[in-house]
């Protein structure tokens, strides 16, 4: 059974960082696309960040890139997002999903499986 796991979500001032964990269980997830996507209230969700579990490439939305970095852990199974330079309109929730097929970064419909999400909140 496959399991994904956030953590690390909070509330931080602007200008603050988090770094938000996603520990997955199950399966292999050497040939994986792990994303991480988020959606604020009365939003949908969107793409954040991506990383190529293998081969460790990485993709950013437009909105986070040079502020966010996603990395991934052999050994714990994990993947990270080092949030930096956090601005109220970050505030969401938070979600880690995986992608088998790995072939788009972005579309939600893609990624297979998802975590329960976690709550991030930046304050002005």
């Known amino acids: 059974q496959v399991q994904l796991v956030e953590s690390g979500g909070g509330l931080v001032q602007a200008g603050g960082s988090l770094r938000l964990s996603c520990a997955a269980s199950g399966r292999t997830f050497s040939n994986y696309v792990m994303g991480w996507f988020r959606q604020a209230p009365g939003k949908e969700r969107e793409f954040v960040a991506g990383?190529?579990?293998?081969?460790?490439?990485?993709y950013y939305a437009d909105s986070v890139k040079g502020r966010f970095t996603v990395s991934r852990d052999n050994a714990k199974n994990t993947v990270y997002l080092q949030m930096n330079s956090l601005a109220p309109e970050d505030t969401a929730v938070y979600y880690c999903?995986?992608?088998?097929?790995?072939?788009?970064?972005?579309?939600?419909?893609?990624?297979?499986?998802w975590g329960q999400g976690t709550q991030v909140t930046v304050s002005s």
């Open positions: 999903a995986a992608n088998r097929r790995g072939i788009s970064w972005t579309r939600r419909n893609e990624y297979d499986y």
């Open positions: 990383i190529r579990w293998s081969e460790g490439s990485t």
